[in-house]
């Protein structure tokens, strides 16, 4: 069955830095496209970022860049999102996903993504 499971969610105030992590079971992520998407109260969820299967195509959306930086550990089977400089207006709930063999185009198209995790709380609040 495969699985993704969000970690690293919190509370921090404005500045601040977190890291999530994303650990996938019952598949590889290696064969996969992967993203990082974000969802804030009574908005739609929204893009963040992705990384293509093939690891060459990596995208940021335009609020995020330069402060979030994704990676993946195929080792680990994990993916990362590391948030720096937050602000309130990244408060959301921040979800990872994946889909076989995906890309990575501009702009992500989140309906393409297959496989997602339940979801975790970020806060950012002095």
């Known amino acids: 069955q495969l699985q993704l499971v969000e970690s690293g969610g919190g509370l921090v105030q404005p500045g601040g830095s977190l890291r999530l992590s994303c650990a996938a079971s019952?598949?590889?992520?290696?064969?996969?496209?992967i993203g990082w998407f974000r969802q804030a109260p009574g908005k739609e969820r929204e893009a963040v970022s992705c990384?293509?299967?093939?690891?060459?195509?990596?995208n940021y959306a335009a609020s995020v860049k330069g402060r979030f930086i994704m990676s993946k550990d195929n080792v680990k089977n994990t993916m990362y999102l590391q948030m720096n400089s937050l602000k309130p207006a990244d408060t959301a709930v921040y979800y990872c996903?994946?889909?076989?063999?995906?890309?990575?185009?501009?702009?992500?198209?989140?309906?393409?993504?297959?496989?997602w995790g339940q979801g975790t709380q970020i806060t950012v609040d002095s």
């Open positions: 996903a994946a889909v076989y063999l995906g890309g990575c185009p501009r702009p992500i198209h989140i309906a393409s993504y297959e496989d």
């Open positions: 990384i293509s299967s093939s690891g060459a195509s990596t």
């Open positions: 019952g598949f590889t992520l290696e064969n996969y496209g």
